[in-house]
């Protein structure tokens, strides 16, 4: 479920879109009415408050918001502003530019394979480059044969999957892991890769049942470094999305510093998706809401932006 709290009965995105140019006038910014609106209006509203924009001012709305916002919520309104796959585009173009083979690997392998086709288009209409050439460069060994598959194989997205199937997926994964000397590579990348993400949960049950261990152990244990990141991120996400990305969120607050593009990458687009299960996950993982976890790591207007994103503590 989204956390995304809009109005009844929202304005016309031109009452938006001339609100907004009112916040611009002036001395200054009026960035909390700007918080008010953006915040609270949909992708759909989103993109028709920047058409109106658009029209009425002879003016990019983003343009206008780099020259108005600055620092960390300049760069949170703007990811807001996209729509969900030119958003995930941009994302891991950036991340592939700063070889942060991390973020592409969560972003990838937590996306549906309908989501990945569509940000794949628009990463080469937008950039002129195919994604696969970006990771070539950026990534290497089993890690990148994984996103390579990851990204190219067309899978299931329903609830179905075939029992007996999922049972042989599990007696395939022990044979190329815990059951032999060194580790079978391929056969992982294999299973992982080309099963839909029910498919997936089931075999996991299936292997605990078998072999009273969790399949998870068993990534941990026969795999490490990016592969293993990429594999145990197609598996939390398969059995518990809303539990990895809560993981994901408080590593990011966790040390000293917080990692704000993380922070902002997970709450801008997880807001219209699920996360009020990442909201629920992180309360009952870390004893704390999230919303006081983000509150504690964040400050001012980029505080109130977020949380307004994550919608009520309770």
Request: one cysteine or more.
């Amino acid at each position: 479920m989204a956390t995304l709290n809009v109005p009844p009965s929202p304005p016309y995105p031109r009452d938006d879109a001339t609100h907004l140019y009112k916040a611009f006038k002036g001395f200054g910014c009026d960035t909390s009415a700007v918080i008010n609106i953006l915040a609270h209006r949909d992708a759909t509203q989103r993109a028709l408050i920047q058409q109106e924009y658009r029209a009425m001012y002879s003016e990019e709305l983003t343009k206008r918001l780099v020259k108005e916002l600055s620092g960390k919520l300049e760069e949170a309104i703007l990811l807001w502003l996209q729509d969900p796959p030119g958003r995930d585009a941009e994302i891991v173009r950036q991340a592939c530019t700063r070889g942060d083979a991390r973020t592409v690997t969560e972003v990838i392998c937590s996306r549906t394979p309908s989501q990945i086709q569509i940000f794949k288009q628009i990463y080469h209409a937008r950039y002129g480059t195919y994604l696969e050439h970006d990771i070539e460069g950026l990534t290497s060994g089993d890690h990148k044969k994984l996103l390579l598959a990851y990204i190219s194989i067309p899978r299931y997205e329903g609830l179905e999957f075939d029992r007996f199937m999922a049972d042989n997926d599990a007696k395939a994964l022990y044979k190329a892991g815990e059951k032999r000397l060194g580790t079978d590579e391929h056969t992982l990348i294999m299973v992982f890769s080309e099963r839909n993400r029910a498919h997936l949960a089931a075999v996991a049950s299936s292997y605990h049942s078998m072999y009273h261990k969790s399949l998870e152990k068993a990534v941990k244990s026969e795999t490490s470094g990016m592969l293993e990141y990429g594999l145990l991120s197609i598996l939390r996400c398969a059995e518990n999305p809303g539990k990895y990305f809560a993981k994901v969120l408080h590593r990011a607050m966790k040390c000293l510093g917080t990692d704000d593009t993380t922070l902002i990458r997970v709450v801008v687009t997880r807001t219209e998706l699920d996360m009020q299960y990442i909201k629920a996950e992180y309360h009952k993982k870390y004893k704390k809401t999230l919303n006081d976890a983000v509150s504690a790591e964040t400050s001012g207007d980029y505080k109130a932006f977020l949380l307004a994103l994550l919608g009520p503590k309770h």
